[in-house]
């Protein structure tokens, strides 16, 4: 045989290269679970994703079999489902074709495609799940992780006296190993933040979490977990609560232990951190600007720590989900990790459990509409559509459109799913408000708001309303709901026209606060950029208005703020307020010793302010979103679209988790230079946009191209744009 091998060389490789089946999928997933073994699949019609391996570059077909046990499976027997060969691009979300699944019974199932030349691939790896027993319709939920960590510095600080740092903030308690010899009192103090002795804050001011514990010791017993007591405010009837197992978590980083007669190594004591199911390892983000790579690790890090409770909340003082913390984690926890049922999991909590600011609740239209686009299922918004409905506000709608939280019924109210006869709407605009409203000394007196004149038909309301009009009416679209999203777009229409001529002040070109003010915040003209209510005309003076006011609006609002900045082409002065290095800037945060996005810019400018806080973590998805201008162009992302506006940056490399794989991509400025290294997943489209090439020459994979437009086709796989 090695005589035949080195004689026809050519000939073996050849013949083995053509008889070698292609890669098989990988990347499976049910109802949107990694590792779905390890928790209950409550739809019995679930949705199965693969990714489709990079060599086959385009899926024509694929055939799923379904097995009541490993060894049916790996026979290649569906005796629960057999797909057959189905005709199909479809690789993300494709829906159980059999009969009902059973309750509480396990089930295995495997994949294969045919590529782009027809070709079958191998069989993937047999992933198994087990099924629920629901009632109606719900969703998954993915597994919570508890992982043991050393500190990674311990330091014996006096006699009996440690100090241990955890490097960074979690949400968990304290396991110790110890080997007291008598019966004694080891006085245990946890926090977030260290003094300037380097000793834990006692009194670190606001909501940054501090706790001092007593611990009973005696000899022979080794093992000790800290119990902790539970916060009224954050275990009240409004908070999520944890299961009973999990126990009483806090968020710290910083551990002190004083009385202690062991010695101890860093071995002997671990934090037991919780947090949902994440791999830290699906995302990542460097450039050529240091600064602006940890703002990155410090808001891509915030989604993973502030996740454990399995809903969005707004962090550890309430442990409340509210509707604008969740987009802005949402949209974070999509660009950082392939993870979609806490998103969902959260949108559907809102249906039931809406909160009170107006605009908070006009986020829920979006964030359906997202949990579409991204993962390409639309049961939720399906399931939801009436209610969704309710969402809109258009209850709250007058003659020409416009609305008003002074509307509000106790009829309107219960549709939107509040019970307490009590609740009522009120706008928020941002958070928080003036001094004279919040009785709090703030270092700007007009708090986050930027002097906004709170009318009731205000600028800012209405610009959450149109934007929801608009994806109600695609959303409806795309659930074959015809004339309703006729409906809803005359409206968006009708409310851009009204909005326009009562918001928009002609002889400055910018926007006041409402109907009869005569007040312009940051807030009216960054909204309105950012939902593309800005009539062409006018841009350059709402822009030039909002750039006269830097950041002068909370962490959250900074969301909307380069949002419309980057929509509209500014991402010079966009990526500057990213990478600030004033007081309100995410560089604050770190520099203030925060490793989660902290809930205001400075304690000054909220005082009850936490360190855990997502809705400080914007960059998490503005980065990859904006930035990068990575987003899907039609559902699932059978299409993406690429959008680079990397201003000053002279090297950026970037990945992507998407349900149908990473998009990668790497940029390059050398010289008179510039090129663009991107790797499309196999089975997805692609545009590439190009602005302010000014006629320059382009190249796309070493040929030449003519740019009648600024969009270029890419293909599955590598691809090389080289501007000259």
């Not at 709407?425 to 703030?442: E, F, N, R, Y």
């Amino acid at each position: 045989m090695k005589r035949h091998l080195l004689l026809l060389p050519v000939i073996y490789f050849l013949t083995c290269s053509a008889n070698q089946q292609p890669d098989a999928p990988s990347g499976l997933m049910v109802e949107f679970i990694r590792e779905p073994e390890n928790v209950k699949i409550l739809d019995l019609k679930p949705e199965f994703s693969w990714v489709v391996p990079q060599e086959s570059k385009k899926q024509t077909s694929f055939q799923i079999l379904v097995a009541s046990t490993k060894e049916n499976i790996e026979k290649n027997a569906g005796d629960i489902w057999d797909s057959r060969k189905i005709m199909s691009s479809s690789s993300s979300e494709v829906e159980y074709g059999g009969n009902k699944l059973s309750p509480g019974t396990t089930y295995y199932w495997k994949v294969r495609i045919w590529n782009d030349r027809q070709r079958p691939t191998g069989y993937s790896e047999i992933q198994h799940f087990k099924t629920g027993d629901p009632e109606s319709y719900s969703t998954t939920g993915n597994r919570f992780c508890i992982t043991l960590s050393e500190p990674v510095k311990l330091l014996k600080t006096g006699k009996n006296h440690y100090f241990a740092d955890f490097g960074k903030d979690a949400f968990g308690t304290l396991v110790l190993e110890l080997n007291p010899v008598t019966e004694d009192t080891v006085i245990v103090h946890l926090g977030e933040k260290t003094d300037e002795l380097n000793h834990i804050d006692r009194e670190p001011g606001g909501s940054i979490r501090y706790h001092r514990v007593l611990l009973p010791v005696k000899p022979g017993k080794t093992q000790y977990d800290l119990q902790l007591a539970a916060d009224k405010r954050n275990t009240g009837p409004a908070a999520i609560h944890l299961p009973d197992s999990l126990g009483v978590i806090t968020p710290f980083r910083y551990c002190e232990l004083e009385n202690c007669n062991s010695e101890l190594i860093p071995q002997n004591i671990h934090r037991k951190t919780l947090n949902y199911f994440f791999n830290d390892n699906t995302s990542s983000f460097t450039s050529s600007d240091t600064l602006l790579n940890k703002i990155w690790d410090l808001c891509k890090y915030s989604i993973k720590a502030t996740s454990f409770t399995g809903i969005y909340v707004d962090g550890d003082r309430e442990r409340i989900p509210y509707e604008a913390d969740a987009y802005i984690n949402q949209m974070g926890h999509y660009y950082t990790d392939r993870e979609y049922s806490m998103a969902r999991m959260t949108n559907e909590y809102f249906i039931k459990h809406p909160t009170w600011p107006t605009e908070w609740i006009l986020h829920t239209i979006p964030m359906f509409y997202y949990d579409f686009m991204y993962t390409g299922n639309i049961e939720s918004a399906s399931n939801y559509y009436e209610e969704l409905k309710h969402k809109t506000l258009i209850s709250l709608a007058r003659e020409d459109g416009l609305i008003s939280s002074k509307n509000c019924t106790a009829e309107i109210m219960k549709s939107l799913g509040f019970s307490n006869a009590k609740d009522v709407l009120k706008d928020i605009v941002d958070w928080p408000s003036a001094q004279k409203d919040t009785g709090w000394k703030l270092s700007n007196i007009n708090g986050e708001r930027d002097g906004y004149e709170m009318v009731d038909i205000n600028t800012v309301v209405n610009s959450f309303y149109f934007h929801s009009l608009e994806m109600m009416s695609l959303l409806s679209g795309y659930l074959g709901k015809t004339s309703d999203s006729v409906f809803y777009r005359k409206e968006a229409l009708k409310v851009r026209t009204a909005f326009n001529k009562i918001f928009l002040d002609k002889s400055t070109g910018i926007y006041t606060d409402g109907e009869y003010s005569e007040h312009s915040s940051l807030h009216a003209n960054m909204m309105a950029l950012a939902f593309g209510l800005v009539p062409e005309e006018d841009k350059k003076s709402v822009i030039d208005f909002i750039k006269s006011r830097g950041m002068v609006c909370s962490v959250y609002g900074s969301q909307y703020l380069l949002e419309g900045l980057y929509g509209a082409g500014e991402a010079d002065y966009a990526l500057s307020l990213l990478t600030a290095t004033n007081d309100r800037s995410w560089w604050n945060m770190i520099r203030s010793g925060s490793t989660i996005t902290m809930e205001a810019w400075d304690m000054k400018y909220k005082p009850n302010s936490d360190w855990n806080h997502a809705w400080g973590a914007a960059p998490a998805n503005i980065i990859p979103r904006f930035m990068w201008g990575i987003t899907p162009a039609v559902p699932g992302y059978a299409k993406a679209v690429i959008k680079p506006q990397l201003s000053s940056l002279k090297y950026s490399k970037i990945s992507v988790p998407t349900i149908r794989g990473n998009i990668e991509a790497e940029f390059k400025e050398e010289g008179s230079s510039k090129s663009y290294s991107v790797d499309i997943p196999a089975n997805m489209e692609c545009d590439f946009i190009l602005i302010n090439i000014n006629d320059r020459p382009v190249s796309h994979n070493g040929k030449r191209i003519t740019m009648e437009k600024d969009t270029i086709a890419l293909n599955p796989g590598p691809n090389k744009i080289i501007i000259n």
